[in-house]
């Protein structure tokens, strides 16, 4: 069936760190993929996406490719700040109502 | 933009109780929501689809007596935690799409704890 694999965490950096944090899917079809994030006490936001193969998604720093031969999605980001503090959690859909999401890695950036 | 809106943020009860969490569209008209449920340290699991003036659609292993949903307008979706016990402490999250060109729009959860 579908699913993802995300690294687990938790990951911890210095403030200016490269941030990678892995995920692969297994899916039929041809599935858009997502990055949400859940910050301290708050529900999830969507952080990008990427809905075909090569596609690259980003938002606020943060960037993920659509690699479609390696399944994967993983997320990056140059240079982390204290407030990107936050869980990130790795979503696939394949239809209207399929959503499913990694396990989630906890990200603390130290100044 | 869409939002959709959820309370209470969090709710302690005491075991036996029952408890309702509101999720609600601000600005779209939702047919159906999403019920998720998130345990410490693990992903966010489909509980239900909630669905406007039917019944709401079950994922497996979801007690139905147990997690009722009443979906009764467009706009308002409630989950009802009923004979809470300590294991149903969670938080639960609740989504909507509010349009073909937008994603799930989720709440800003319920951290449900049961004493």
């Not at chain 2, 809106?5 to 969090?10: A, I, L, T």
């Not at chain 2, 909507?96 to 989720?106: E, L, Q, R, S």
Request: charged residues 15%; proline residues 4%.
């Amino acid at each position: 069936g579908d699913s993802v694999t995300q690294m687990e965490g938790p990951v911890t950096l210095s403030e200016e760190a490269f941030l990678t944090i892995n995920c692969t899917y297994t899916a039929t079809g041809y599935p858009s993929l997502f990055w949400y994030v859940q910050y301290p006490g708050e529900g999830l936001q969507l952080l990008l996406k990427a809905t075909k193969a090569d596609d690259k998604g980003s938002n606020k720093g943060f960037e993920a490719t659509y690699r479609k031969e390696t399944t994967s999605f993983h997320l990056e980001k140059g240079s982390v700040q204290v407030s990107d503090s936050a869980v990130y959690f790795c979503a696939l859909q394949t239809g209207a109502n399929n959503l499913f999401f990694g396990t989630g890695t906890r990200l603390t950036v130290i100044p | 933009g869409a939002v959709v809106s959820q309370h209470p943020s969090w709710v302690i009860c005491k075991s036996g109780t029952s408890v309702k969490i509101e999720c609600r569209s601000l600005d779209f008209q939702a047919t159906t929501m999403f019920w998720y449920r998130q345990f410490p340290k693990q992903s966010l699991m489909l509980m239900a689809t909630s669905n406007e003036g039917s019944k709401a659609t079950y994922e497996q292993g979801v007690e139905k007596d147990k997690f009722l949903i009443n979906h009764a307008s467009l706009t308002l979706s409630t989950l009802t935690v009923t004979s809470a016990h300590p294991e149903d402490s969670s938080f639960y999250i609740c989504s909507a799409v509010p349009g073909p060109t937008y994603g799930y729009t989720f709440g800003s959860g319920t951290r449900l704890t049961v004493v």
